[in-house]
C-alpha cells in the first residue's frame, strides 16, 4: 500500500534530491497517485510557492496534503484546476508536459474524491430571502389567481452572484412597503368579489341634481326635471369593473303630436339606445336598457330626442310634447363573473353560519396556511380573524373583512419573506434537517419561483418529503408540470444576462434592423432552448453544441434562415455549425458587445464567468482602456490593439484568457449576425488558450468547451446559487465538485443536476444559527 507523507517532509526530500526546478517526466496513463503528485509539486511549483515571500501568498510547503479539511481539499482542486488549463507553472516557467499536467490534476482530484467520501461538509445556512419580483407575481398567481405584474411598480431587484433572489442584497426600502401596501390593496379587491349578482347594486341619480343641457326642475311633481325641449340630464358615476349593467329611467310625458314622446339612454357621451314612451298624457313608467360599459368614470343619463311644439293646434292638449325625468338609475354589474381562484377556496372555507368570530377563524386559518406557506399559530389567526369581525360589526359585507384579512397577510413578512422559524432551534453551530414545510418552500421556489402546490403541501404535512426517494419523486412531478418553464424565464434569462438586453442600445446607424421587438425574439430564443434540453432530458453540454435552435420570423432573417416566417417560433434544425448553442445566439452576442462594434474582452469575460466559472478579477488601477475611435475602424485594428494590451505582464495574466475566448467568436457582430469581413478587411477568429491549445471561429470554440467538465461545473454552481439564494462557500463548492464528477458521461442533463442539488446536505439541510 503507498504510504502517503506529509507534503513539508516530501519537499526536504524533493530537495536534497535535487528535483526542485526540473520538469517531470511523462508518467502512465490514469490519475495519478498523490505521492507523483506531491511529487510533481516538488518539481513544478513549490520553487515559487514556498519561504518567507510565496507567490499569491500560497505556501506549499506548509500545506499537508492528506489532511482531510475543507482548507485542504480546496486547495487541491483549485490547483488541480490552474495544472489542467496550463496556467500553472506560469509561461516563463519550465512546463510539464500536457499529459502529465493532467494525469496529475486528475489525480489531485481523485484524492479529493476519495477524502469526500470520508467527511461530513458544513450545509452552512440560508439567509432570510424576500420575494423577487418574479417570485411575488408568480406567488400571488398560484395563491389567488390573480394577474398582478410588479415590474410597473415595484423598484428593481438588486443582484448578487448573477441573481436577483439572493438573501443578503433583497432589502426593503420606504417606497418597497409603500408599494406593497398599494398592492394588496388592488390584489385583495381583484380576489375576493364583494358583489351578488342575484342582488346587485343600484345607483339611483336623482333627476333634479343631475347635469342638464335643458330645462328646468318645474316637472309634475317633486324632485323631477321637465325637457320642455330637446335635451338631456346625465351625472358622472365610477363602475367598478368591465361588465353588464342596466340603465333605467323613471319618466312621464306630456304626450302631443303624431307620435310618442322617446327617451334617449346615454352612456359615454353618446346616445346607446332610443326607447318610447308608453304611457298616456303625465302618467309615469319605468324604462331600461341593458348595456356592457367599461370599468372607471363615465356619464349616464337620458335625453329627449323628438321634442314637438304646435301652439296652433286646437287642441290645447296637443300643442306642446315633453319629457319629465323623475330618477335614473344604473343597476350592476348584473354579469356573473367567475370568481377568481382566490375567492373559491377562501369563501369556501366560511361556514356560512355561526357568530362571526367563528366564521373569521376558519377563513382566517385557511389563508394564513396559504399565503405564509405554513401552519400558522392560534394568536396569528386570531388577529387576522378580528379584522374580518371588526368590518361584520361596522355593517360591511362579510366579504370586504376577508378582503382586509387578506391585504393583512399580503403585507406580512410571512408572506414577502422566505423564513424558516426553526433556524434557531437545536444545538447553536450543528446542522440539522430542515422542516418539511420549509423544505417544501425551498423545492418549490427553486423549480417554480413560486408557491407550493397542494400536492407538496399535502406531502410536506404528512412529514414525507425528507427521505430521497420522496425528494426525486417531487423533482420529477414538479418538473413535468408548465410552472418550471420558470427554469427557463427565470434563472437561465439571468444566468445568461438576457435581461440586460432590455437596454441593449446598438447604434442605429450601424444597426438599423434591431429593434425591441427582435431583442424580446432573442430572449425567447433562449428560453425556448434551454427549456427543450431540460424537457428532454438531453446531456447539458448540448447547451453548447446542440444543432436547433428557436426562430420566428424576424430572427430567422436576421440569422440569415429561410423558410421561416411570422411572430410564432418554431423549431429549426441548424445547417451551419457556425450557429448553435448559446455561444452563438443573438442574445448573448449582443449584451456582450458596444453599441458601435464587437467586444472580444467582454465576450470572453462572459465566457469565464458564465461558462467556466473562472470569473477574472477586477482590472488593476490604471488599467488602460482601448482607444475606441482605432478600434471601431476594422477588426485587425482591434486584434492589434489587444496584442498590444496582453504584451503587459500587468494585464496579460488575465487578457491571455479572456481575449483568446473573444476573438473566436469575432465572425459575429455586435447584434449576433454572421458576417465574413468588414469592408476590405478579413476577420481573423483563430486564437491560442492558456494551455496551448488552438481554436480558430465558434465550432471549435464550442467542441473545446463542451468537453471541459468545467461548463458542467459551472452550470451546477448556477443552479446551486439559484435554489440556496447564497454564495457557495468552500465545502459547497467541495459538494458541487463530486456532484458534477458522479454524473454519468453523455447523461449529465439538466434534470439530473437539479435533482442532485436537491438531494445536498446544503438544500437538506442547515446549520443552526450562532
Same mark, same amino acid.
Given at each position: 500500500?503507498?504510504?502517503?507523507?506529509?507534503?513539508?517532509?516530501?519537499?526536504?526530500?524533493?530537495?536534497?534530491?535535487?528535483?526542485?526546478? @526540473?520538469?517531470?517526466?511523462?508518467? $502512465?496513463?490514469?490519475?495519478?497517485?498523490?505521492? *507523483?503528485?506531491?511529487?510533481?509539486?516538488?518539481?513544478?511549483? +513549490?520553487?515559487?510557492?514556498?519561504?518567507?515571500?510565496?507567490?499569491?501568498?500560497?505556501?506549499?510547503?506548509?500545506?499537508?496534503?492528506?489532511?482531510?479539511?475543507?482548507?485542504?481539499?480546496?486547495?487541491?482542486?483549485?490547483?488541480?484546476? !490552474?495544472?489542467?488549463?496550463?496556467?500553472?507553472?506560469?509561461?516563463?516557467?519550465?512546463?510539464?508536459?500536457?499529459?502529465?499536467?493532467?494525469?496529475?490534476?486528475?489525480?489531485?482530484?481523485?484524492?479529493?474524491?476519495?477524502?469526500?467520501?470520508?467527511?461530513?461538509? *458544513?450545509?452552512?445556512?440560508?439567509?432570510?430571502?424576500?420575494?423577487?419580483?418574479?417570485?411575488?407575481?408568480?406567488?400571488?398567481?398560484?395563491?389567488?389567481?390573480?394577474?398582478?405584474?410588479? &415590474?410597473?411598480?415595484?423598484?428593481?431587484?438588486?443582484?448578487?452572484?448573477?441573481?436577483?433572489?439572493?438573501?443578503?442584497?433583497?432589502?426593503?426600502?420606504?417606497?418597497? =412597503?409603500?408599494?406593497?401596501?398599494?398592492?394588496?390593496?388592488?390584489?385583495?379587491?381583484?380576489?375576493?368579489?364583494?358583489?351578488?349578482?342575484?342582488?346587485?347594486?343600484?345607483? @339611483?341619480?336623482?333627476? $333634479?341634481?343631475?347635469?342638464?343641457?335643458?330645462?328646468?326642475?318645474?316637472?309634475?311633481?317633486?324632485?323631477?326635471?321637465?325637457?320642455?325641449?330637446?335635451?338631456?340630464?346625465?351625472? !358622472?358615476?365610477?363602475?367598478? @369593473? /368591465?361588465?353588464?349593467?342596466?340603465?333605467?329611467?323613471? +319618466?312621464?310625458?306630456?304626450?302631443?303630436?303624431?307620435?310618442?314622446?322617446?327617451?334617449?339612454?346615454?352612456?359615454?357621451?353618446?346616445?346607446?339606445?332610443?326607447?318610447?314612451?308608453?304611457?298616456?298624457?303625465?302618467?309615469?313608467?319605468?324604462?331600461?336598457?341593458?348595456?356592457?360599459?367599461?370599468?372607471?368614470?363615465?356619464?349616464?343619463?337620458?335625453?329627449?330626442?323628438?321634442?314637438?311644439?304646435?301652439?296652433?293646434?286646437?287642441?290645447?292638449?296637443?300643442? *306642446?310634447?315633453?319629457?319629465?325625468?323623475?330618477?335614473?338609475?344604473?343597476?350592476?354589474?348584473?354579469?356573473?363573473?367567475?370568481?377568481?381562484?382566490?375567492?373559491?377556496?377562501?369563501?369556501?372555507?366560511?361556514?356560512?353560519?355561526?357568530?362571526?368570530?367563528?366564521?373569521?377563524?376558519?377563513?382566517?386559518?385557511?389563508?394564513?396556511?396559504?399565503?405564509?406557506?405554513?401552519?400558522?399559530?392560534? /394568536?396569528?389567526?386570531? @388577529?387576522?380573524?378580528?379584522?374580518?369581525?371588526?368590518?361584520?360589526?361596522?355593517?360591511?359585507?362579510?366579504?370586504?373583512?376577508?378582503?382586509?384579512?387578506?391585504?393583512?397577510?399580503?403585507?406580512?413578512?410571512?408572506?414577502?419573506?422566505?423564513?424558516?422559524?426553526?433556524?434557531?432551534?437545536?444545538?447553536?453551530?450543528?446542522?440539522?434537517?430542515?422542516?418539511?414545510?420549509?423544505?417544501?418552500?425551498?423545492?418549490?421556489?427553486?423549480?417554480?419561483?413560486?408557491?407550493?402546490?397542494?400536492?407538496?403541501?399535502?406531502?410536506?404535512?404528512?412529514?414525507?418529503?425528507?427521505?430521497?426517494?420522496?425528494?426525486?419523486?417531487?423533482?420529477?412531478?414538479?418538473?413535468?408540470?408548465?410552472?418550471?418553464?420558470?427554469?427557463?424565464?427565470?434563472?437561465?434569462?439571468?444566468?445568461?444576462?438576457?435581461?440586460?438586453?432590455?437596454?441593449?442600445?446598438?447604434?442605429?446607424?450601424?444597426?438599423?434592423?434591431?429593434?425591441?421587438?427582435?431583442?424580446?425574439?432573442?430572449?425567447?430564443?433562449?428560453?425556448?432552448?434551454?427549456?427543450?434540453?431540460?424537457?428532454?432530458?438531453?446531456?447539458?453540454?448540448?447547451?453548447?453544441?446542440?444543432?436547433?435552435?428557436?426562430?420566428?420570423?424576424?430572427?430567422?432573417?436576421?440569422?440569415?434562415?429561410?423558410?421561416?416566417?411570422?411572430?410564432?417560433?418554431?423549431? +429549426?434544425?441548424?445547417? /451551419?455549425?457556425?450557429?448553435?448553442?448559446?455561444?452563438?445566439?443573438?442574445?448573448?452576442?449582443?449584451?456582450?458587445?458596444?453599441?458601435?462594434?464587437?467586444?472580444?474582452?467582454?465576450?470572453?469575460?462572459?465566457?469565464? $464567468?458564465?461558462?467556466?466559472?473562472?470569473?477574472?478579477?477586477?482590472?488593476?488601477?490604471?488599467?488602460?482602456?482601448?482607444?475606441?475611435?482605432?478600434?471601431?475602424? &476594422?477588426?485587425?485594428?482591434?486584434?492589434?490593439?489587444?496584442?498590444?494590451?496582453?504584451?503587459?505582464?500587468?494585464?496579460?495574466?488575465?487578457?491571455?484568457?479572456?481575449?483568446?475566448?473573444?476573438?473566436?467568436?469575432?465572425?459575429? /457582430?455586435?447584434?449576433?449576425?454572421?458576417?465574413?469581413?468588414?469592408?476590405?478587411?478579413?476577420?481573423?477568429? &483563430?486564437?491560442?488558450?492558456?494551455?496551448?491549445?488552438?481554436?480558430?471561429?465558434?465550432?471549435? =470554440?464550442?467542441?473545446?468547451?463542451?468537453?471541459?467538465?468545467?461548463?458542467?461545473?459551472?452550470?451546477?454552481?448556477?443552479?446551486?446559487?439559484?435554489?440556496?439564494?447564497? *454564495?457557495?462557500?468552500?465545502?459547497?463548492?467541495?459538494?458541487?465538485?463530486?456532484?458534477?464528477?458522479?454524473?454519468? $458521461?453523455?447523461?449529465?442533463?439538466?434534470?439530473?443536476?437539479?435533482?442532485?442539488?436537491?438531494?445536498?446536505?446544503?438544500?437538506?439541510? !442547515?446549520?443552526?444559527?450562532?
Amino acid at each position: 500500500m503507498h504510504r502517503i507523507v506529509p507534503f513539508a517532509v516530501l519537499l526536504v526530500t524533493a530537495a536534497g534530491l535535487g528535483w526542485l526546478g @526540473r520538469t517531470t517526466r511523462v508518467v $502512465e496513463a490514469g490519475p495519478a497517485p498523490l505521492g *507523483d503528485v506531491q511529487t510533481f509539486l516538488a518539481d513544478n511549483c +513549490v520553487s515559487c510557492h514556498s519561504g518567507e515571500a510565496p507567490d499569491a501568498g500560497f505556501d506549499l510547503a506548509r500545506l499537508d496534503l492528506t489532511a482531510q479539511d475543507v482548507e485542504t481539499l480546496t486547495h487541491l482542486r483549485h490547483m488541480a484546476d !490552474r495544472v489542467r488549463a496550463g496556467e500553472m507553472p506560469p509561461p516563463e516557467m519550465p512546463a510539464p508536459e500536457r499529459a502529465t499536467a493532467v494525469r496529475m490534476a486528475d489525480g489531485m482530484d481523485a484524492h479529493v474524491l476519495r477524502t469526500l467520501e470520508q467527511i461530513e461538509l *458544513d450545509p452552512g445556512r440560508v439567509t432570510v430571502r424576500r420575494l423577487s419580483r418574479v417570485e411575488y407575481r408568480n406567488t400571488i398567481r398560484d395563491l389567488l389567481g390573480v394577474a398582478f405584474e410588479p &415590474s410597473s411598480s415595484f423598484p428593481n431587484d438588486d443582484l448578487a452572484y448573477g441573481f436577483d433572489n439572493i438573501g443578503d442584497v433583497l432589502s426593503v426600502s420606504p417606497l418597497l =412597503l409603500e408599494k406593497y401596501a398599494a398592492a394588496a390593496q388592488r390584489i385583495a379587491e381583484q380576489a375576493i368579489l364583494l358583489e351578488d349578482p342575484d342582488n346587485p347594486p343600484v345607483r @339611483r341619480l336623482e333627476a $333634479e341634481s343631475m347635469d342638464s343641457s335643458r330645462g328646468d326642475d318645474r316637472g309634475r311633481g317633486a324632485n323631477t326635471w321637465n325637457l320642455f325641449s330637446s335635451g338631456d340630464i346625465t351625472a !358622472r358615476v365610477t363602475l367598478p @369593473r /368591465d361588465g353588464e349593467y342596466r340603465l333605467r329611467a323613471r +319618466v312621464m310625458a306630456d304626450q302631443a303630436g303624431p307620435e310618442q314622446a322617446k327617451v334617449t339612454f346615454l352612456a359615454g357621451g353618446r346616445g346607446v339606445h332610443i326607447a318610447e314612451t308608453t304611457k298616456g298624457d303625465r302618467e309615469p313608467e319605468v324604462l331600461e336598457h341593458t348595456l356592457r360599459l367599461p370599468k372607471g368614470q363615465l356619464r349616464v343619463g337620458v335625453g329627449f330626442p323628438n321634442d314637438y311644439y304646435e301652439p296652433n293646434d286646437p287642441d290645447p292638449s296637443q300643442r *306642446d310634447r315633453n319629457l319629465i325625468v323623475d330618477w335614473v338609475e344604473l343597476v350592476g354589474p348584473i354579469d356573473r363573473l367567475e370568481p377568481p381562484m382566490g375567492h373559491t377556496w377562501l369563501m369556501g372555507a366560511d361556514p356560512g353560519k355561526g357568530k362571526p368570530f367563528r366564521r373569521a377563524m376558519a377563513v382566517s386559518s385557511e389563508l394564513l396556511r396559504r399565503a405564509w406557506r405554513r401552519k400558522p399559530k392560534t /394568536d396569528e389567526v386570531r @388577529r387576522i380573524a378580528g379584522l374580518i369581525v371588526a368590518q361584520v360589526e361596522a355593517g360591511e359585507p362579510f366579504a370586504r373583512g376577508v378582503q382586509m384579512a387578506l391585504r393583512a397577510a399580503l403585507v406580512s413578512p410571512h408572506f414577502l419573506y422566505r423564513l424558516e422559524p426553526g433556524a434557531t432551534s437545536g444545538k447553536k453551530g450543528t446542522a440539522r434537517p430542515v422542516d418539511d414545510e420549509d423544505l417544501a418552500v425551498r423545492l418549490s421556489y427553486f423549480l417554480w419561483s413560486s408557491m407550493p402546490d397542494d400536492a407538496l403541501f399535502e406531502r410536506a404535512r404528512k412529514r414525507k418529503l425528507r427521505k430521497p426517494d420522496a425528494l426525486k419523486a417531487e423533482v420529477e412531478r414538479m418538473l413535468a408540470d408548465p410552472k418550471a418553464s420558470s427554469l427557463s424565464t427565470n434563472f437561465a434569462v439571468q444566468w445568461l444576462e438576457l435581461r440586460n438586453l432590455e437596454y441593449a442600445e446598438p447604434d442605429p446607424k450601424r444597426f438599423p434592423g434591431f429593434s425591441p421587438a427582435l431583442a424580446e425574439a432573442m430572449r425567447r430564443e433562449a428560453e425556448l432552448f434551454f427549456e427543450t434540453i431540460l424537457k428532454e432530458e438531453r446531456d447539458a453540454t448540448e447547451l453548447l453544441r446542440a444543432d436547433f435552435t428557436f426562430l420566428n420570423g424576424p430572427l430567422a432573417r436576421h440569422y440569415g434562415v429561410s423558410g421561416v416566417d411570422g411572430d410564432a417560433f418554431q423549431r +429549426v434544425t441548424l445547417t /451551419d455549425a457556425r450557429r448553435g448553442g448559446i455561444l452563438t445566439q443573438a442574445g448573448v452576442l449582443t449584451v456582450t458587445s458596444n453599441p458601435t462594434r464587437t467586444s472580444p474582452v467582454k465576450r470572453g469575460k462572459w465566457v469565464l $464567468e458564465n461558462i467556466l466559472d473562472a470569473a477574472p478579477p477586477p482590472p488593476p488601477p490604471g488599467a488602460d482602456s482601448l482607444d475606441e475611435e482605432v478600434v471601431t475602424k &476594422s477588426p485587425a485594428s482591434l486584434r492589434e490593439k489587444l496584442e498590444i494590451h496582453r504584451a503587459d505582464p500587468v494585464c496579460a495574466s488575465c487578457h491571455t484568457r479572456m481575449d483568446a475566448l473573444g476573438l473566436a467568436l469575432e465572425a459575429f /457582430d455586435p447584434v449576433g449576425a454572421w458576417r465574413q469581413g468588414e469592408g476590405a478587411a478579413s476577420i481573423d477568429t &483563430s486564437a491560442t488558450l492558456p494551455d496551448g491549445r488552438q481554436v480558430d471561429g465558434p465550432t471549435a =470554440l464550442k467542441q473545446v468547451l463542451a468537453e471541459d467538465r468545467a461548463f458542467l461545473r459551472c452550470l451546477t454552481k448556477k443552479l446551486f446559487t439559484f435554489a440556496i439564494g447564497r *454564495d457557495p462557500g468552500p465545502a459547497d463548492e467541495l459538494a458541487i465538485f463530486r456532484l458534477v464528477e458522479g454524473l454519468p $458521461e453523455g447523461k449529465a442533463t439538466i434534470k439530473a443536476i437539479v435533482t442532485q442539488i436537491v438531494l445536498l446536505d446544503a438544500f437538506r439541510m !442547515r446549520r443552526v444559527r450562532e
